[in-house]
């Protein structure tokens, strides 16, 4: 088997997220809420990309996932890309997209909003600003960069 | 549809317009008693006699009654109850709820909670509209308009959250700023983009003198103590700016001068007596303005 054959290894179907960055995958499987699921997850850590030096690969074996669900990943993993596979084929391929608002994910900045002392779920709308992309929380009107989300 | 008043930003252009059209009547006729048989809460989760007894006031006037608490301390929140079913508990009983509350934020998921109209009375350093409706108001009344005036503004830009609010309304109204400020408490950037974004001039100095003679309105600002996370960096600058009534000898014949109060040594006490002080009756305003915000929150006052 070459080295190819074993990084995508045979799905039959499901999910394959790839070009995470190396760092976030973990944080990309909490996001994503996979720590209940019962089907099989390969989890490729520190692989060589060519475009972003180390990256990270996800696969879910017989879960797919709504662009909702997804989209919350561009936080972290801004290039990802999403494969959908049906009968070993790669029949859907796409990329995320910024989400106008997220919720339930991340933490507020503001050591004094009001999200991070009262049981509140977060609310951000997003904006891009060059690379950055800033959130700007729907209860105390404070950005927070995507960096200090998590 | 149930309309509350927690950011300057959730009021409309026409809608401030129409708050200050309407407080202008209240003023003329303080006592119309429209709001009988009404329950207004006042919820005080952190003191503030001044907001609480121009908001009482207000409600009072108006014929309504009010229920509510001037301190959290001795409040079901401080046993450990949450925001939300202190807000749920409240709601059952009142036509509104006007709140303060330290932690930011706050007043908005309030406004979420509750089926009533919520008026935000201040939420920590975020917002307090009633505050920038009033400014705006005492400015419309002195100027005779809104459009086309220089505003100075001095003291904290950095943590003052009057200056923020104030300067978000007045983006509506072809206003040229001058951000009055030491190094350490400068207008932040995020502001200035604003204005940039909107095609809004504005100067920034460090120098109280340089453009005291050809503003139109001289926006005061105390630093605050509580605001500051170092408390070195509130002695360095604590005390940079004092106006004395020496310095007013050639601005502006309509120049006003305006100031949130309490101040603490930024005005001098002979500044009072100068035809330029207006900060005084400027927190009288708040009286008018806050019956102007009930009166149309609750539909008595309706946009036409
Ligand atoms: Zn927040």
């Known amino acids: 088997m070459s080295q190819k054959e074993l990084k995508v290894s045979a799905l039959e179907n499901g999910t394959v997220l790839d070009h995470i960055p190396a760092e976030n995958v973990y944080k990309a499987l909490e996001i994503l809420d996979l720590k209940d699921i019962e089907s099989q997850i390969t989890i490729g850590i520190n692989l060589v990309s ?38 070993f084929k790669v029949v859907e391929k796409k990329k995320l997209e910024i989400p106008r608002e997220i919720r339930g994910i991340g933490r507020c900045m503001n050591p004094k909003c009001v999200t991070n002392h009262q049981p509140i779920e977060t609310r951000f709308s997003t904006a891009k600003k060059g690379d950055e992309i800033s959130l700007l929380c729907h209860f105390c009107e404070k950005t927070t960069d995507s960096k200090g989300l998590f | 549809m149930k309309k509350s008043l927690i950011s300057i930003r959730d009021f409309t252009k026409e809608e401030i317009l129409h708050i200050l059209e309407t407080a202008k009547e209240f003023e003329q006729n303080p006592v119309q008693d429209f709001l009988t048989g009404k329950v207004i809460a006042s919820l005080f989760f952190e003191p503030s006699t001044r907001t609480r007894l121009s908001f009482e006031t207000a409600v009072n006037r108006l014929g309504a009654r009010v229920i509510g608490f001037s301190d959290a301390s001795n409040t079901s929140q401080s046993k450990g109850e949450t925001l939300k079913d202190t807000i749920k508990m409240v709601n059952n009983y009142v036509d509104m709820i006007i709140m303060r ?28 509209p009633s505050q920038t409706l009033l400014d705006l108001y005492s400015i419309l009344q002195t100027q005779g308009t809104l459009d086309g005036l220089t505003i100075n503004m001095v003291g904290d830009l950095k943590y003052g959250r009057t200056t923020h609010s104030l300067l978000q309304a007045m983006s509506h109204f072809k206003t040229k700023f001058v951000f009055t400020a030491p190094e350490e408490l400068k207008m932040p950037k995020e502001y200035k983009e604003f204005l940039d974004s909107k095609g809004i001039e504005y100067i920034e100095t460090a120098s109280l003198e340089e453009h005291l003679n050809s503003c139109d309105i001289l926006y005061m600002t105390r630093v605050q103590q509580e605001r500051f996370t170092d408390p070195i960096e509130y002695e360095r600058v604590k005390d940079c700016y004092s106006l004395n009534a020496q310095m007013l000898a050639n601005v502006k014949d309509n120049m006003k001068i305006l100031h949130p109060l309490p101040r603490v040594n930024e005005i001098s006490q002979d500044v009072d007596e100068t035809p330029y002080a207006y900060y005084f009756k400027q927190a009288e305003n708040g009286l008018y303005v806050r019956m102007a915000i009930i009166s149309y929150l609750l539909g008595h006052r309706p946009l036409r």
């Open chain 1, 50 to 87: 060519k475009q972003h030096g180390k990256k990270g690969i996800i696969k879910i074996a017989d879960k797919f996932f709504e662009d909702d669900e997804l989209n919350k990943l561009s936080l972290i993993a801004p290039d990802a890309t999403v494969n959908v596979i049906k009968d």
């Open chain 2, 101 to 128: 509350h330290p932690l930011e934020g706050s007043s908005r998921y309030a406004s979420e909670v509750a089926d009533v109209p919520v008026v935000n009375a201040g939420d920590g350093a975020n917002q307090h």
